[in-house]
């Protein structure tokens, strides 16, 4: 069910690629686990774009007992408020989407809703491309069964502007 949803989703925005202003990819490690983020943001105005996101990370597992997690991926929309000097650009950017997570083995899965609160910084390498670093805040909300909870992730982040 969450693989036709997310499939809905995107195809849903397909129409909409052409408006595409900015591109932002990431990548990080959190206690050995990788992660992955991908963000398209529609921006007409210097001070704030919208767009989506998505973020995945693939099962860790337990080298140490304390670094153990499943996988999760998140899909959603965020808005994103850009400030900062010339050559810098911070944004914070509150969100929300849809967080699908596995516990550690792959015995159970939940697909639920929560937030994402995103805070960056990247500075200007060219006139259209941006280098910086990148914190997530992903929580679910619902939660059924009992796991999941939250993400905190830092991310190396590359922006490129059209």
Excluded at 73 to 93: E, I, Q, T
Excluded at 106 to 113: A, D, L, N, V, Y
Aim: net charge positive.
């Amino acid at each position: 069910m969450k693989y036709i949803l997310s499939f809905i989703i995107l195809v849903s925005a397909t129409p909409s690629l052409a408006a595409i202003t900015s591109v932002q990819g990431g990548f990080g490690m959190l206690n050995g686990i990788f992660n992955l983020a991908i963000d398209v943001d529609f921006q007409k105005k210097r001070s704030h774009s919208f767009g989506g996101y998505l973020i995945y990370s693939p099962e860790k597992d337990a080298d140490p007992p304390n670094v153990s997690r499943g996988q999760f991926w998140s899909l959603g929309v965020d808005l994103k408020a850009f400030f900062g000097p010339r050559n810098w650009k911070m944004y914070v950017a509150p969100g929300v989407g849809i967080i699908s997570y596995d516990t550690v083995g792959g015995g159970q899965s939940e697909t639920s809703f929560g937030t994402l609160l995103k805070v960056g910084s990247l500075y200007r390498l060219a006139p259209n491309m941006y280098l910086g670093l990148e914190q997530m805040f992903l929580q679910t909300w619902f939660s059924s069964k009992g796991f999941g909870g939250y993400y905190l992730l830092t991310n190396l982040a590359f922006r490129m502007n059209f």
